[in-house]
T-cell receptor, first 114, second 110 residues
Framework: DAGVIQSPRHEVTEMGQEVTLRCKPISGHNSLFWYRQTMMRGLELLIYFNNNVPIDDSGMPEDRFSAKMPNASFSTLKIQPSEPRDSAVYFC????????????FGDGTRLSIL | KNEVEQSPQNLTAQEGEFITINCSYSVGISALHWLQQHPGGGIVSLFMLSSGKKKHGRLIATINIQEKHSSLHITASHPRDSAVYICAVLSNFGNEKLTFGTGTRLTIIP
């Protein structure tokens, strides 16, 4: 079975540019999570969706970050305009929204803002 | 103080040694995850538990809800076990938000 699919795997861009990260969750999963991982702060939840609806976006750092889930099989995380401090690995994960169901992580997008 | 604390932060051991990684948390939880991340790699969920003990191969995870503490054990450690092990807790507030520890970097020397 295909796992969580993220694209691109790597992105290098100049500050001020718009960055769009993409995620395809595991088919049938109804919860989707966006995480950011940095050396300084470790793993942090940015936002999560349940049945395509954003449930908790308290981790989104500022208005430059936005996330959408237009349907059950696709989500985007957008940064506009990007800044060097946004450099991190961004992970997407999905799960069944039921008791004791683990989250399945994608391979991550390594983002470098120059 | 972080809600989830792991110890040690770094651990180096010889191949074959018994490994213990600890996780303490300060909030009420409904479940606790142990995750594994290899260098430059993705994140894999090893265990999700809310009570007692779970075993998978050479890995054992235990949790004591009263003491708010969990341990991850590795028996007969192998260089391929070298990775960062991350503890994460799911609060009992009814949402799915995970709070992560800072991770334990394990290095097994052949």
């Amino acid at each position: 079975d295909a796992g969580v699919i993220q694209s691109p795997r790597h992105e290098v861009t100049e500050m001020g540019q718009e960055v769009t990260l993409r995620c395809k969750p595991i088919s049938g999963h109804n919860s989707l999570f966006w995480y950011r991982q940095t050396m300084m702060r470790g793993l942090e939840l940015l936002i999560y969706f349940n049945n395509n609806v954003p449930i908790d976006d308290s981790g989104m750092p500022e208005d430059r970050f936005s996330a959408k889930m237009p349907n059950a099989s696709f989500s985007t995380l957008k940064i506009q305009p990007s800044e060097p401090r946004d450099s991190a690995v961004y992970f997407c994960a999905s799960s069944f929204n039921r008791a004791m169901q683990p989250q399945h992580f994608g391979d991550g997008t390594r983002l470098s803002i120059l | 103080k972080n809600e989830v604390e792991q110890s040690p932060q770094n651990l180096t051991a010889q191949e074959g040694e018994f490994i213990t990684i600890n996780c303490s948390y300060s909030v009420g939880i409904s479940a606790l995850h142990w995750l594994q991340q290899h260098p430059g790699g993705g994140i894999v969920s090893l265990f999700m538990l809310s009570s007692g003990k779970k075993k998978h191969g050479r890995l054992i995870a235990t949790i004591n809800i009263q003491e708010k503490h969990s341990s991850l054990h590795i028996t007969a450690s192998h260089p391929r076990d070298s990775a960062v092990y991350i503890c994460a807790v799911l609060s009992n507030f009814g949402n799915e938000k995970l709070t992560f520890g800072t991770g334990t970097r394990l290095t097994i020397i052949p």
